[in-house]
């Protein structure tokens, strides 16, 4: 339900507004549907979402979904054309730079309103990065709905949220010890049996094979 | 026995068996499965022991709730890794003679679920299984057939002699040892005895 | 407080309690008779087991005359009669009381997420299938409801007209078993699951003479359906749809004014309004509440704004209402589907823009969600312009109605901790994917 209040823009200015110091910045959406995000900064999320909820305007008090991205690290080449000297003659030549952006994890807000019955308006926290810089505030203490889905990202992605009630690991055992839906995990090699395997199943049995003749197991 | 004797008692209320067909009737006809429904194929078991596709008339609608009171498991659904210890030391707790139904192609080797890091990939790495069910979910008449396969079989095993069963013969275990959860993984993976991966023969 | 018991021989000291026990509010007379505790012997002891015979079970008595005790720690699960499927609660009781309870879950994580990143968007919708495996159907209209957000495809009427009556089968079989189920929970061991099952194969007849199969139907696709409807499958559906009102009555007629019923259900589990909505609730389990949030009424996907229907409320939100409601809820959907099947127009049944191979939608991401019968059920989608999808994810309403099960527990006896669980209506293929 696209109405005008709710055109990121419009959200950006009156958060703005209620919580003095917070940094949004307007995410566009490519397809068709047009749901916009705001991100928001780590240190102002907790009083961005209750100024949300409790805002008369907006009166966010659902929140529908909680999700976790994993962003990696990615290389961004640029082609810069620069005009220099060579052997005498100015010329124009490409160069192409490689920038490193770092990588982070992200935590997805989707809120509606059950009052006013309009949404979504969508949230994104990002981590400073996918190593130790994993912490974001948790947004339990706004909506209590989000404490099991928080505690999913925790389980599957590893961002840690302070201030949560209860942060343990609520899919996997408790033993486990990584997080099986970033980007680099790596699977449990169990493919030893493979009747009719094909692409890239052939490819994990292959490897499977090799490992086994190179450490001459059973 | 002769039978035109046996035909003779018969028609006068005299009927005459061997002890171990009496044995195996009894056993094949009233199999009490444990109600172990893990996903999907356990709506289709519940489906069975509805009005339409009977399971009462087979001896097996009891649903015992305890394993202890159970001498089938029809493992329904995809076992995942959290959850097989405890189906092995549910089938270590049932007594013997017991029986396990793998039922549906989770089951049996991982099903569509096989890529998962969580699923594993087929019960008959840790237990043996008697029957496989193959079907995602199989229908409520393909669970008759493996429940009547399952009375054939029973009828067919011998009471003495090299070739009896595992609760008849003391030397071979009827329990077996439960996975712990690892650190990434099950350990250990698989129970070597009751489960080799096969020689595969790749034409590459 | 459960107490430390001693065999003694009979003729021995009796203890001085009120054997009798009592609910918070003070009624006693039906709780106790459905209940756990019964006297024995004359004696004003209580106690749970027969003792050997010649002897009674007597209360250790502690220093001041006080009978000490602790408390007990249980786990319910995963392996249980009436946890709907591999689902482990660790409750700690004070007697027969719920003093704290801590779901665990994820002993059906079959990572369908972690799956459906490494595969195409269409091949995703066979494990959509298996998520909540009662309501295929839904499922695969929440996914294809998303797929169409993200890359913008239209869907013809006659599709639209068959989503709504496949969606509409789907949510009365449903609420049928879920009656069901949660009176074999309360020891009608089977009967009412029996009735509820009959209608629910008459229903799934239907699905596989038009989808091929009865539970994992696959059936919609990105633009529409998979295939048209057969021929005769209108006239039988319409049979079965006018026959269903009668099923309900006699369902209601046994069940609604059952005093056995109403006294266990009645009261037990109450949800109050603000912490449903607190908790994102959805569903059947928050209209109980007395909250009017129905995603058929308030996002008018498909075509629902054509219908006439009512969305009913409950004022107590215990598991009576929620019961009632699922009831109510089944009278309106026949209502629907007696408006669809009449109103079906000829027409395609897939968008002709849209391409099922090479489907590669723009880069972007799109939340798309309906009322599944067990409360909202939604698809985020990350695209990065390839086939398959940078992130998938599944907001299930199993897993989010769970958060409060606690809180509805605590004060309860064990045996409604049961009852409150069924009514919760969750799946453990959607719970833990």
């Known amino acids: ?218 | 026995m002769d039978e035109g004797l046996r035909s003779e008692l018969s028609k006068q209320g005299i009927f005459t068996t061997t002890l171990e067909d009496l044995y195996n009737w009894g056993r094949k006809n009233s199999i009490w499965p444990l109600g172990f429904g893990l996903a999907c194929c356990a709506i289709e078991m519940i489906a069975t022991s509805m009005a339409r596709y009977d399971l009462a008339r087979f001896g097996a609608e009891v649903f015992r709730p305890s394993p202890r009171q159970a001498d089938l498991m029809i493992v329904a659904g995809t076992v995942t890794k959290k959850m097989a210890p405890q189906v092995v030391r549910l089938y270590n707790q049932m007594p013997e003679p017991k029986y396990v139904i793998a039922m549906g192609a989770c089951a049996i080797s991982g099903g569509p679920f096989k890529q998962g890091y969580n699923v594993l990939k087929g019960i008959d790495r840790y237990i043996p299984v008697d029957i496989h069910i193959p079907g995602c979910p199989p229908r409520p008449e393909a669970l008759l057939h493996a429940l009547m396969t399952l009375q054939q079989k029973i009828d067919e095993q011998v009471l003495t002699g090299e070739r009896r069963p595992r609760h008849l013969n003391a030397d071979v275990p009827g329990e077996f040892p439960v996975p712990e959860y690892g650190e990434h993984d099950l350990v250990p993976t698989n129970n070597p005895d009751v489960w080799q991966p096969p020689a595969l023969v790749r034409e590459d | 407080m459960s107490a430390e018991f001693t065999l003694e021989k009979r003729g021995g000291e009796r203890a001085n309690e009120d054997g009798e026990s009592r609910t918070a509010d003070g009624r006693s007379a039906f709780r106790t008779a459905a209940g756990m505790t019964f006297t024995h012997n004359n004696s004003d002891t209580t106690q749970t087991t027969a003792p050997a015979k010649g002897f009674e079970l007597r209360p250790k008595a502690s220093h001041n005359g006080e009978i000490g005790g602790e408390l007990l720690e249980i786990s319910m699960g995963p392996q249980h009669p009436s946890t709907h499927g591999v689902f482990r609660m660790d409750v700690v009781l004070d007697g027969e009381r719920v003093v704290q309870l801590k779901p665990i879950f994820g002993y059906l994580h079959r990572n369908h997420e972690k799956i459906a990143e490494g595969t195409t968007y269409l091949a995703s919708i066979p494990y959509t299938d298996r998520l909540d495996y009662f309501c295929s159907l839904t499922n695969n209209w929440a996914y294809c409801l998303a797929v169409e957000k993200l890359a913008g495809l239209q869907v013809p009427e006659r599709a639209e007209y068959i989503r709504i009556i496949t969606a509409e089968l789907t949510r009365l079989q449903n609420h049928a078993c879920l009656g069901g189920f949660l009176l074999q929970d309360m020891g009608a061991s089977g009967t009412p699951l029996m009735y509820a099952f009959r209608e629910r194969e008459k229903i799934l007849d239907l699905f596989e003479s038009l989808t091929g199969a009865r539970m994992m139907c696959n059936y919609m696709r990105f633009g529409g359906c998979r295939c048209d409807l057969p021929a005769g499958w209108l006239e039988q559906s319409k049979r079965v749809v006018d026959d269903f009102p009668q099923f309900l009555d006699e369902f209601e007629a046994l069940l609604n004014e059952n005093e056995i019923l109403m006294s266990r259900t009645q009261g037990v589990g109450v949800l109050p309004r603000a912490l449903a909505v607190d908790a994102s609730i959805t569903g059947p389990m928050l209209r109980a509440c007395g909250v009017n949030y129905d995603i058929r009424k308030v996002d008018k996907y498909g075509i629902y704004d054509r219908f006439q229907f009512r969305v009913p409320l409950g004022d107590h939100g215990d598991v009576y209402d929620r019961y009632m409601i699922r009831v109510l809820e089944m009278r309106e959907s026949v209502k629907i589907l007696q408006h669809a099947l009449k109103d079906i127009p000829a027409g395609p049944i897939v968008d002709p823009k849209a391409k099922l191979r090479g489907f590669r939608p723009k880069p972007g991401e799109a939340y798309g969600r309906i009322e599944a019968p067990k409360g909202e059920l939604g698809f985020y989608l990350i695209s990065d312009g390839s086939p398959n999808p940078y992130r998938y994810r599944v907001r299930p309403p199993s897993f989010i109605n769970l958060t409060i099960l606690e809180d509805m527990c605590l004060g309860q006896h064990v045996a409604d901790v049961v009852i409150i669980l069924g009514s919760i209506d969750i799946v453990l293929g959607e719970v833990d994917r």
């Open chain 1, 1 to 218: 339900m696209d109405t005008d209040k709710n055109a990121p823009e419009q959200i950006k200015s009156r958060v703005e507004v209620g919580v003095p110091g917070v940094r949004l910045e307007v995410v566009v959406n490519g397809s068709p549907c047009a749901q916009h995000s705001l991100v928001v900064d780590r240190e102002h999320a907790l009083l961005a979402a209750k100024f949300l909820k409790e805002d008369p305007a907006y009166r966010m008090d659902y929140v529908s979904n909680v999700t976790g991205v994993d962003w990696p690290e990615t290389t961004i080449k640029e082609i810069v054309k620069t005009k220099e000297v060579v052997d005498g003659v100015e010329r124009e030549i490409e160069r192409t730079t490689e920038k490193k952006k770092s990588g982070f994890l992200e935590a997805v807000y989707h809120l509606y309103s059950m009052e006013l019955k309009h949404g979504p308006v969508i949230l994104r926290i990002r981590t400073e990065n996918r190593a130790e810089g994993n912490h974001l505030p948790s947004l339990t203490p706004v909506w209590r709905g989000a404490e099991f889905q928080e505690r999913e990202i925790f389980d599957l992605y590893g961002i840690v949220f302070d201030g949560h009630p209860d942060l343990r690991r609520i899919l996997m055992w408790e033993e486990f010890k990584d997080y099986p839906m970033r980007k680099d995990y790596v699977e449990p090699d169990d493919y030893e049996y493979e009747p009719t395997p094909h692409d890239d199943v052939l490819e994990k049995a292959k490897k499977h094979a090799e490992k086994v003749l190179t450490t001459d197991g059973h």
